[in-house]
T-cell receptor
Framework: EPEVTQTPSHQVTQMGQEVILRCVPISNHLYFYWYRQILGQKVEFLVS????????KSEIFDDQFSVERPDGSNFTLKIRSTKLEDSAMYFCASSEEKAGGNRPHFGDGTRLSIL | SQQGEEDPQALSIQEGENATMNCSYK?????LQWYRQNSGRGLVHLIL?????REKHSGRLRVTLDTSKKSSSLLITASRAADTASYFC??????????FGTGTRLQVFP
């Protein structure tokens, strides 16, 4: 079965630095998502992306966050100036249809540690 | 309560026993999904049940959905030590995103 791949698996960054998390969605999927999970807590929606623009974002997704699909295959999440509270597992997902249509496929996640 | 709350928060059983986890939600949905997560790892999709379905099976898993009560249950039969994980329900709430529950931590003792 095709997979969503995320790199790196673990990223350690100093507070205040920029970080880019990368994802390669499944090739024929049209909808792309980022979620995060702070250690021990539930998975939270960050942003959805369709047709080269953000379709929905949560309150967490403030001006420090941005997403991009630079080359038609990668889907990236950038955090401009990281804070300690950005430490979390970040999951990328993609789907053929909107979340209400069928299931999104999740990557294995990137663990982001902010020092 | 939040959209997507599981109970119990934690469940400990012996191998061979059945494990039942419940999920409640607040808004209307198109579908409800159950995911499994081993400690510190990724999300593994288990089952998707649509709002017009009442029950679904996959191997040792059985999911029910009661839209009138806005609740779902996940039953794992004949549990194994390898079933030890956290289990989350997730709903779409008629939006373009999934809203995850708080999860049930299942411990299966050999």
């Amino acid at each position: 079965e095709p997979e969503v791949t995320q790199t790196p698996s673990h990223q350690v960054t100093q507070m205040g630095q920029e970080v880019i998390l990368r994802c390669v969605p499944i090739s024929n999927h049209l909808y792309f998502y980022w979620y995060r999970q702070i250690l021990g807590q539930k998975v939270e929606f960050l942003v959805s992306f369709y047709n080269n623009e953000i379709s929905e974002k949560s309150e967490i997704f403030d001006d420090q966050f941005s997403v991009e699909r630079p080359d038609g295959s990668n889907f990236t999440l950038k955090i401009r100036s990281t804070k300690l509270e950005d430490s979390a597992m970040y999951f990328c997902a993609s789907s053929e249809e909107k979340a209400g249509g069928n299931r999104p496929h999740f990557g294995d996640g990137t663990r982001l540690s902010i020092l | 309560s939040q959209q997507g709350e599981e109970d119990p928060q934690a469940l400990s059983i012996q191998e061979g026993e059945n494990a039942t986890m419940n999920c409640s939600y607040k808004t209307s949905i198109n579908n409800l999904q159950w995911y499994r997560q081993n400690s510190g790892r990724g999300l593994v999709h288990l089952i998707l049940i649509r709002s017009n379905e009442r029950e679904k099976h996959s191997g040792r898993l059985r999911v029910t959905l009661d839209t009138s009560k806005k609740s779902s249950s996940l039953l794992i039969t004949a549990s194994r030590a390898a079933d030890t994980a956290s289990y989350f329900c997730a709903t779409d709430a008629n939006t373009d995103k999934l809203i995850f529950g708080t999860g049930t931590r299942l411990q299966v003792f050999p």
